[in-house]
């Protein structure tokens, strides 16, 4: 019940193209779910996160959509640049607890100019 | 500036001896944690403190130690290291807030360790 899944492993979009990361979770208990983004040798970067009170949550050319009842949240990358060729995990956390994040495995992102 | 540090930023050592690996941050955060990330698993939260003298299990702590003495420090302690525990580790630290919708949060930049 802790696990997250995400989906796919890796994702390779044309600049200016629409890239699309989905995550699952078992846990309903979980009230927190974030998204980082993370370039090689770099530590992790907290990008956007959302909470289960609102479906969708924009900042910029991030959004992030949330399906509580399918207990699913995707990251969409709008205008998709070369930039943007990261790996992004998703999280999801019972932060009213303040217990531990639970992270998804990976996107390995490849934006191609 | 915000910040989280980590040292040191490279490790090699042998098997079963203790080494430990320090965090600080210097935004008076409340939440700190530590992760490892290994290839194909993602992060893995070791072990995470909520205030100074608070703390308690991720998902993988077995072989590991952590202490909060103080606000800005939350060392990891491999008391006997093992060739398991070859991986990257990122400690973190944020300002625990349930009434926010997004925290902020601030990870370090990472230490490779090596166990032979």
């Known amino acids: 019940q802790q696990q997250v899944k995400q989906s796919p492993q890796s994702l390779i979009v044309q600049k200016g193209g629409i890239s699309i990361i989905n995550c699952a979770y078992e846990?309903?208990?979980?009230?927190?779910f974030p998204w980082y983004q993370q370039f090689p040798g770099k530590g992790p970067a907290l990008l956007i996160a959302?909470?289960?009170?609102?479906s969708e949550k924009k900042e910029g050319r991030f959004t992030i959509s949330f399906n509580k009842s399918a207990k699913q949240f995707s990251l969409h990358i709008m205008d998709s640049q070369p930039g943007d060729s990261a790996t992004y995990f998703c999280?999801?956390?019972?932060?009213?607890?303040?217990?531990?994040?639970?992270f998804g495995p990976g996107t390995r992102l490849s934006v191609l100019p | 500036e915000a910040q989280v540090t980590q040292n040191p930023r490279y490790l090699i050592t042998v098997t079963g001896k203790k080494l430990t690996v320090t965090c600080s941050q210097n935004?008076?955060?409340?939440?700190m944690s530590w992760y490892r990330q290994d290839p194909g698993l993602g992060l893995r939260q070791i072990y995470y403190?909520?205030?100074?003298?608070?703390?308690d299990k991720g998902d993988v702590p077995e072989g590991y130690k952590v202490s909060r003495k103080e606000k800005r420090n939350f060392p990891l302690i491999l008391e006997s290291p093992s060739p398991n525990q070859t991986s990257l580790y990122f400690c973190?630290?944020?300002?625990?807030?349930?009434?926010?919708?997004?925290?902020?949060?601030?990870f370090g930049p990472g230490t490779r360790l090596l166990v032979l």
């Open positions: 999280a999801a956390s019972r932060r009213n607890y303040g217990q531990n994040f639970v």
């Open positions: 403190s909520m205030n100074v003298e608070v703390t």
């Open positions: 959302i909470r289960p009170d609102v």
């Open positions: 973190a630290s944020s300002l625990f807030d349930p009434g926010q919708a997004q925290e902020t949060q601030y």
């Open positions: 935004m008076n955060h409340e939440y």
């Open positions: 846990n309903t208990a979980f009230d927190y």
